[in-house]
């Protein structure tokens, strides 16, 4: 059985920094085509934040990070991470991990999420 666990999500003043680990159970990110980080916050609807491919060599993210959030992996320890710096009380969310298996054209396995919490 997949899973994906989020981990390392706080309450942070703004201006600090947090990094997000996400580690897979079941499976190995290699085995997906794309791992990537969305974001919840109260009221809105669920945003993509970062994706990096499966050689990670490419890596995009939504034009509010840029900058200042980084999508990395270990395949050694078989963790994502999203190391964030310069967080904004607008960071405030719910932080989920994904993967996208090769051929498919959604998401397939989610974690349950870690909540990060920036105060101004």
């Known amino acids: 059985q997949v899973q994906l666990v989020e981990s390392g999500g706080g309450l942070v003043q703004a201006g600090g920094s947090l990094t997000l680990s996400c580690t897979a159970s079941?499976?190995?990110?290699?085995?997906?085509?794309?791992v990537a980080w969305f974001r919840q916050a109260p009221g809105k609807e669920r945003e993509f934040v970062a994706s990096?491919?499966?050689?990670?060599?490419?890596?995009t993210y939504t034009d509010s990070v840029k900058g200042r959030f980084t999508i990395s992996r270990d395949n050694a320890k078989n963790t994502v991470y999203l190391q964030m710096n310069s967080l904004k009380p607008e960071d405030t969310a719910v932080y989920y991990c994904?993967?996208?298996?090769?051929?498919?054209?959604?998401?397939?396995?989610w974690g349950r999420g870690a909540q990060v919490t920036v105060s101004s």
């Open positions: 994904a993967g996208r298996k090769l051929r498919s054209n959604q998401y397939d396995d």
């Open positions: 079941g499976t190995t990110f290699r085995s997906y085509a794309m």
């Open positions: 990096m491919s499966w050689s990670g060599l490419t890596t």
